[in-house]
């Protein structure tokens, strides 16, 4: 029998990247639900203060923007002020340019490493110290179909994504003697601001829908209870694994 309040976060402070918008707020909300106090952190001051106002007391915001790897220590401070230093980080920021192989820029390439791979790993390095002195912390990643798979347009993405697994796996060997379990969701095709491209096609978005064990591709909601999972107290022997999320897209 699974112990009362598994999937309870009251006196745990979680941090949310990509807050302001599509799975990044949906994360911060359903922490904030579960009892966790949440600093949300984007660069959209206007939806990230809505977000707040949507969640109430438990939430606060930092305006940041996180692929700048030169301010990445005054971010950490920053987003320790509000509730202490959050023992739970949630990557969800994320940007696809979708620009086909030969048309790659540098700074399109330079843009998606940074803001995907890199901000993940500088704000993690940063925090984890804090997480060490409690001996409890929950890293979660977001990973991404493209960390297994080749697809039109997405080169960088793909990359960035691909190193987002490993990142995990290491992240994971290095740090989860100390108890801070690392763990990566894989989001199949699910509505938000980031796959919007993909349902501008419907044609796409059926195949999509298809290609899937369930049916139908995914919403939201659908990412509710693996991140709960792999922030709470309920994962507290797993580690180094992503989880894919994706209606069993990539299990035809």
């Known amino acids: 029998m699974a ?20 799975l990044g707020r949906r994360a911060a909300t359903v922490l904030a639900q579960a009892g966790a106090r949440v600093v949300g952190v984007a660069r959209r001051a206007d939806a990230l203060e809505l977000w707040r106002q949507s969640v109430g007391e438990n939430a606060a915001t930092v305006v940041h923007d996180i692929a700048d790897r030169d301010t990445i220590e005054a971010l950490a401070s920053a987003v320790c ?3 202490g230093a959050p023992d739970i980080l949630v990557h969800a920021a994320g940007i696809n340019t979708r620009e086909a192989a030969d048309d790659v820029t540098e700074r399109g390439w330079d843009m998606t490493l940074a803001l995907n791979l890199s901000a993940p790993f500088f704000l993690s390095q940063h925090l984890v110290p804090a997480m060490k002195d409690r001996g409890w912390g929950r890293i979660v990643n977001f990973a991404s179909l493209q960390s297994f798979r080749a697809f039109p347009g997405g080169i960088a993405y793909g990359a960035s994504k691909g190193g987002v697994a490993q990142m995990t796996r290491a992240m994971a060997e290095a740090w989860s003697r100390h108890g801070i379990n690392v763990n990566a969701l894989a989001p199949g095709f699910i509505r938000t601001e980031l796959t919007a491209p993909v349902f501008y096609d419907p044609e796409r978005a059926a195949r999509n829908a298809a290609q899937t064990c369930i049916g139908r591709n995914g919403e939201v909601e659908d990412m509710d209870g693996p991140l709960l999972f792999f922030c709470s107290e309920a994962s507290r022997y ?15």
């Open 81 to 83: 002020k509000p509730f």
């Open 238 to 252: 797993v580690t180094g694994q992503v989880l894919m999320v994706d209606g069993g897209f990539t299990a035809k």
């Open 3 to 22: 112990e009362p309040g598994f999937f309870d976060l009251t006196g745990h402070v979680a941090c949310v990247t990509g807050a302001s918008s599509g």
